[in-house]
């Protein structure tokens, strides 16, 4: 059985998460799949890592789908979170949605992933390559990812 809420440092299972989300009340699926891209404010970025304090980010993952049922009367909810490193192209985070219509489940989904980012404490950190393409790694050219705001050194 796929756990609601989950944090794992292997990659996830998109498929297993939409899977599970599906029901006969469900006209509608919204699966958001957040995944590492290579680059971001004109920096070319080799790779993301994350870190959690897994309990506390359990807990307020769980806290935050039973808002969302409530919030949006979603009849299905499920976030799996990735740690460690992140391979550009692959996934970090997949939240999935399950209502009656449309509209509720791309709300909480919405809701949801901008939640997590304010509250939860999963941390991303970037990792940078060198001017000349190089990807060695040196704390000059990483820096962690609080909500939107970058911290560290970036140069």
Known sequence: MTPFVHIQEAPLDTESVREAAKGPKSGAVVLFEGCARDSHEGRAVAELSYEAYVPMALSQLQSLRESAIAKFSLNACFIHHRLGVVPISET????????????????????????????????????????????????????????????????
């Open 92 to 155: 970090a985070i997949v939240v999935a949605c399950a209502s009656a219509h449309r509209a509720e489940s791309f709300r909480a989904a919405a809701w949801l992933l901008d939640e997590i980012k304010k509250s939860v404490p999963i941390w991303k950190r970037e990792q940078y390559m060198g001017e000349h393409g190089d990807n060695e790694p040196q704390e000059s050219r990483c820096s962690w990812v609080e909500g939107e705001e970058r911290h560290g050194g970036v140069s």
